[in-house]
């Protein structure tokens, strides 16, 4: 697992004027995004499916989940996301990272782009 703090753009993909700048930790070993739920709603993301999520101490949560533009380094894409509780970490997980085309590098503990494979 890598991780990196990193400047995302989140906005609402039909009132793109909604937009707000976050500080998120991209975690490779997490796989949707979590972003904090006030600002989701803030920004009008709808509630799209609940689901269920096993935390690593074992817990299973319930959260809703909805989708959002997500920018980063120039790179855009539409992701899921988690809309977050108060106790839950903020993150850039690896599916949106893969949207984007981008990597943790191991290294110099920053993005990267990532060699897209389409098979």
Request: net charge negative; proline share 2%; charged share 35%.
């Amino acid at each position: 697992m890598g991780y990196v703090r990193v400047r995302v753009k989140i906005r609402n993909s039909y009132e793109r004027e909604r937009e707000r700048e976050v500080e998120l930790l991209a975690d490779t070993g997490a796989i949707y995004s979590i972003i904090p739920e006030k600002i989701l709603k803030d920004l009008k993301i709808e509630r799209r499916t609940l689901r269920s999520m096993k935390m690593s101490d074992g817990r299973i949560i319930q959260r809703h989940l909805g989708i959002v533009e997500v920018e980063v380094k120039g790179e855009v894409a539409h992701s899921m996301v988690v809309f977050g509780q108060e106790d839950d970490d903020a993150v850039l997980g690896v599916t949106a990272l893969e949207e984007l085309g981008l990597q943790v590098d191991q290294l110099t503990g920053e993005l990267k782009p990532m060699e897209l494979l389409l098979l």
